[in-house]
């Protein structure tokens, strides 16, 4: 027998829960929209097998790694590749390790998503656990190597409409020119990620801003130079299909100097005598000269703010980014953002999705915010609230002041192929709850919860994203 329930998210009182299986079936099959993510273009470009089940489900997904690495488990022993080449563990012993210790993952979204993947893509209905991790891992091995299985085809049984990847600024798009030979960019699309030339905390800025000079033909010594890189740049990412920008900033924070004073903090940082204060303040200029390029363009900006990003070194010198150690931390929108909104908050081409880690700005700042500025939505609940409890929080805090269409829908922000239908099916299950919640207090009539849960379903996302 599965150990997926039928009903399960829903409201477990009456009326609501009647309501919310009514409504769910009317988005359960729509097609997904996936405009933010972090899967990897390979996957999409050469459309080759995975290569075991560890490297599936395991390794790629740093919300599994951190909890098994809260209780003490070797990364090595988890098959997690070390920057300096020695052996770790193989696909099955990592895949026993994870199975010994599944139980850690109870009550966690980590576990709803692996539960719905391993039933959705294989159709197993047992528990992971020490006694059945071999004839798991046997069965999802054996089902690899079949055509069925491989990324395009999981594309096709998700109804992966779009899918978008997200690419530094420096990076070649090696994988984004073989998908545009072979007809996949449109479905598949890369997002600008300036951050490797905009965030002069990294140690290599002032090499990356060099090499950002070479590949776009401008003299970012000087500021418009380096304001004609970006455009540049941008350019040539919408080639491939990019409709949006993304920055993953420390804080909120806006700025907008004077010509003599941007020039000043340039020439500061291209020495390579900026200190901390510096380099926040260089960010938050980018992020008003970010937002002045979209109008120009029209690309939609994402801000991801808020993370105290690789907060173990041993981790990041051993293994590189983004495998466990960030922290969200407090986040100030309005202070933030108001340089920006001052210049260009008015402006009709501007669109800003506003993503947070700080659930205390959801009511008192997001949602007036969004509820006023034409230009700001809200994203979905992001990173360590994209889960049942995180997604009912947020749509408590933000519909009576923003609404429902000031929400840009739902992405699903991952690195695992496998859980994006699983994601999906979260957040829909939520929003049926919440409505059904909302017509059994008699606050929306039954259609308006039907239009509601298709929108924030499907159609919020294409909108807010400005995908034709």
Not at 272 to 301: C, P, Y
Not at 327 to 338: A, E, F, Q, R, S
Not at 410 to 436: K, Q
Not at 450 to 467: E, G
Request: net charge negative; charged share 25%.
């Amino acid at each position: 027998m599965t150990h997926l329930h039928p009903d399960r998210l829903f409201p477990a009182s009456e009326p609501a829960q009647s309501i919310a299986r009514e409504l769910y079936p009317e988005v359960r099959d729509l097609p997904l929209i996936c405009p933010h993510g972090h899967t990897d273009p390979s996957w999409f470009a050469d459309n080759g097998r995975f290569s075991d089940p560890a490297a599936l489900f395991l390794t790629p997904d740093h919300y599994v790694l951190r909890m098994l690495r809260s209780r003490g488990l070797s990364y090595d022993d988890l098959g997690v590749p070390r920057k300096d080449g020695k052996p770790v563990a193989k696909g099955r012993d990592a895949w026993r390790l994870f199975a010994a210790n599944y139980h850690l993952f109870a009550g966690t979204p980590s576990k709803t998503w692996i539960d719905h993947s391993l039933d959705w893509a294989f159709g197993i209905t047992q528990e992971l656990s020490p006694a059945t991790a071999d004839a798991i891992y046997d069965t999802i091995d054996k089902a690899l190597a079949t055509p069925d299985l491989l990324p395009h085809a999981l594309l096709d049984r998700a109804r992966v409409e779009v899918i978008a990847t997200t690419e530094f600024a420096l990076d070649p798009l090696i994988h984004h020119q073989k998908m545009e030979q072979n007809g996949t960019i449109g479905r598949v699309r890369t997002t600008y990620r300036p951050d490797d030339v905009t965030d002069p905390s990294r140690a290599a800025i002032v090499e990356n801003l060099q090499k950002f000079g070479e590949i776009t033909g401008e003299n970012i010594a000087t500021w418009s130079g380096l304001i004609n890189a970006h455009r540049n740049r941008r350019e040539y990412f919408r080639r491939f299909g990019a409709v949006a920008t993304d920055h993953g900033v420390p804080t909120a924070n806006t700025a907008d100097l004077s010509a003599p004073e941007k020039q000043a903090l340039l020439d500061k940082v291209l020495s390579g005598k900026h200190d901390a204060n510096d380099a926040e303040l260089f960010r938050a200029q980018m992020m008003t000269e970010m937002a002045l390029l979209s109008v120009e363009d029209g690309m939609v900006m994402q801000l991801h703010a808020g993370s105290r990003r690789n907060t173990d070194p041993l981790l990041f010198a051993e293994r590189g980014a983004d495998l466990g150690a960030d922290i969200p931390g407090t986040t100030d929108y309005v202070n933030g953002l108001k340089a920006l909104l001052s210049r260009c908050g008015n402006e009709p081409n501007l669109r800003l999705i506003m993503f947070v880690l700080d659930e205390t700005t959801y009511a008192r700042e997001l949602a007036p915010m969004a509820g006023y500025w034409p230009s700001l939505m809200i994203g979905p609940p992001w990173w360590f609230h994209d889960s049942p409890q995180g997604i009912r929080r947020y749509l408590d805090q933000v519909v009576e002041s923003a609404g429902f269409y000031n929400l840009a829908g739902f992405n699903d922000d991952t690195r695992a192929l496998l859980s994006i239908p699983a994601r999906h099916d979260v957040w829909r299950r939520e929003v049926c709850g919440f409505l059904g919640r909302w017509v059994g207090e008699n606050r929306i009539t039954k259609s308006t919860a039907r239009d509601v849960a298709r929108h924030l379903s499907y159609q919020a996302a294409k909108d807010a994203y400005r995908i034709k």
